[in-house]
């Protein structure tokens, strides 16, 4: 492996092509401001290196960053790459991640609008992550101890796994499907809106009208807090552990258990779910 280090580049594709490489302690900075410096590159290890230029990546194979900085002048970063390994790095530019596929990220700090777009395989563990539209039409996604803060989050997304993650976010899984959230905390408004086949175990559900319009929808042993307007018109088995503020027509079929509900709302016509309630109130309308 052929080992470059402590230089500056600012050119354009600076190492265009370039296979079997180390880049240690470099900078991509300069008045050049040149675009794309390892496109088309195979085998590449980046270590202590700074990028303050467009699209450093793209169309590579095999690529480790460790302990690097990419900053927000660094836009669209990693594009259409693969077998990609990050760590303890921050990417605080657009469009970070995108078209790529067998990713591996860990000890990252994600500053990032609409990161992880149609991303192939991605595994993250203990990374931070602010982004709008993040990981949309992503599959196949692992993430362990995810904190994540933003808006529209995992839009499409398809066989995904979140174990012990953090995230505080509007409009997070719509339309996503196959979809398994456990021993976590999820925070926002419109949770999960036109999913399928997802299942939330051991969490904490947090906001207003969530998980409505679903299919094969599971609750397994969740907290649900400030959740008004629920499962509207939801396939759904839910055992909750918590109050409900409402729910609102859930399909006929499904089963939601609760130890007391606020509002059973049912103002439609066609034959809604059941809900069992171990503490009734004078104001609760539920059938067993």
């Not at 563990?125 to 982004?131: A, G």
Request: with cysteine; hydrophobic share 35%.
């Amino acid at each position: 492996m052929r080992i470059i280090q402590n230089q500056t580049f600012d050119a354009e594709r600076a190492l265009y092509g370039e296979n079997c490489i180390l880049v240690k302690n470099c900078s991509f900075d300069g008045p050049a401001d040149g675009e794309s410096a390892f496109k088309e590159c195979k085998n590449v290890r980046v270590e202590d290196t700074f990028f303050n230029l467009r699209y450093p990546f793209w169309h590579d194979h095999g690529l480790t960053i460790r302990n690097s900085e990419l900053t927000e002048k660094c836009r669209a970063a990693l594009w259409y790459s693969e077998q990609i390994n990050i760590e303890n790095t921050k990417l605080h530019g657009i469009k970070a991640l995108r078209e790529c596929a067998e990713v591996r990220m860990q000890g990252c700090d994600v500053v990032s609008p609409e990161f992880g777009w149609s991303v192939r395989g991605i595994e993250m563990k203990d990374c931070d992550v602010e982004s709008e539209y993040f990981m949309m039409r992503s599959t196949n996604l692992h993430f362990i101890n995810v904190r994540m803060k933003g808006k529209y989050s995992f839009q499409y997304i398809e066989n995904a796994l979140f174990e012990n993650c953090t995230f505080d976010t509007k409009d997070a899984f719509w339309h996503g499907k196959n979809i398994t959230v456990r021993n976590s905390v999820v925070k926002g408004e419109y949770l999960a809106w036109y999913c399928e086949n997802v299942t939330f175990e051991n969490c904490r559900i947090i906001g207003t009208q969530p998980l409505c319009y679903c299919k094969g929808l599971k609750l397994i042993n969740c907290e649900m807090e400030g959740c008004d307007l629920a499962f509207e018109r939801s396939e759904v088995e839910a055992t909750i552990t918590t109050p409900v503020v409402s729910i609102k027509n859930p399909l006929a079929g499904s089963c939601i258990t609760v130890p007391c509900v606020g509002e059973v709302i049912r103002d439609i016509e066609e034959g809604t779910g059941t809900v069992k309630t171990s503490k009734q109130k004078t104001n609760i309308c539920a059938c067993a």
